[in-house]
């Protein structure tokens, strides 16, 4: 798995270098179908065999890089992806930051095989990791953190996507003293923070995206942290399709096995702007643009920033 990092990391490169001309241009459709088209091209160049085991949306939704959708040359060996080519599209269309390329991966079978819907999610990192749970009320989830982390609640940070469904999980949150850190986008960032050193982050919770929680439990296993999820599905339809697609009870609890069952996994993220885990896409005075990528996998544990220069005639041929 681990000989295919840097194969992959370009991948989420040409995702955000297509998507750069988009940047703050407000066209949040062109700048996802550039990302999309360059991440499904770039990934059919690679000796391996993908299926995309939960992206956005379904074969009839394209140009998504759709679910079940098989990617790659056709040879070597067989993986499960997780992706989503511009995570941030509103945010990358009205030029804000923390907007990413992202990719993650493991053997075939080992990643959750679930429909583009709601995921109620937890996540922490490596100190507290089996001290929270996401059935237990976010008050005691603080309270077990801060002392996993040996630290007084009122040192323990929370962040929480700012939505009007998190309101009352927010002032619960606040009223035990704890801090909160709200963000608009791109919750995956936001759920990786709490696992990184650098970042004084200690709780994620609330509800998202599934493909975005699957692409973070990749992240989080590989930095050695835990993330608990729970599939929201609205209505008949979306729990039939969760049936049809194995999961006989979408509403379980899944724990960070269930979401990513192997240790041979990888996480690949590429700025497009500007965010808390890489600098964004950079042009200089010679036309040529750079690129700023977070890579880790299960294996080695390593975290690696990678800076690649892209220069005038590459990107014109992108």
Not at 45 to 72: H, N, S
Not at 103 to 118: K, Q
Request: glycine share 10%; proline share 4%.
């Amino acid at each position: 798995m681990r000989d295919f990092l840097f194969s992959m990391a370009h991948v989420t490169e040409q995702a955000a270098v297509a998507s750069f001309p988009w940047i703050g241009t407000g066209n949040k459709i062109e700048a996802d179908r550039a990302s999309t088209e360059a991440m499904r091209a770039a990934l059919n160049r690679i000796p391996f065999r993908g299926r995309i085991a939960i992206g956005e949306g379904e074969m009839d939704e394209a140009p998504m890089l759709y679910i079940g959708e098989i990617v790659g040359n056709g040879s070597g060996p067989l993986f499960d992806l997780a992706v989503d080519p511009l995570d941030g599209t509103t945010p990358a269309a009205k030029g804000q930051g923390d907007c990413i390329a992202v990719l993650a991966g493991a053997p075939h079978g080992t990643l959750l095989h679930a429909p583009d819907m709601y995921m109620e999610k937890l996540a922490t990192g490596a100190e507290a990791k089996g001290a929270v749970h996401l059935d237990a009320p976010i008050e005691a989830n603080i309270q077990a953190v801060a002392r996993a982390k040996n630290k007084a609640v009122k040192d323990v940070t929370v962040i929480v996507q700012d939505r009007t469904r998190h309101q009352k999980l927010v002032q619960r949150a606040r009223d035990t003293g704890a801090k909160v850190k709200l963000f608009h986008e791109v919750d995956v960032t936001a759920a990786l923070a709490t696992a990184l050193p650098d970042h004084d982050i200690d709780l994620f919770v609330g509800i998202g995206g599934a493909p975005e929680g699957v692409v973070a439990a990749v992240a989080i296993k590989c930095l050695g942290g835990d993330f608990q999820g729970r599939l929201l599905p609205d209505g008949h339809q979306q729990l039939a399709r969760c049936q049809q697609m194995g999961l006989d009870n979408p509403n379980q609890l899944l724990n960070l096995h269930d979401l990513v069952a192997s240790q041979q996994c990888f996480f690949i993220a590429t700025g497009v702007t500007d965010g808390l885990l890489v600098d964004g896409v950079k042009k200089n005075s010679q036309g040529e643009l750079a690129t700023h990528t977070f890579m880790v996998d299960g294996v080695s544990n390593e975290i690696r920033v990678v800076q690649t220069i892209h220069r005038p005639e590459q990107v014109l041929m992108k």
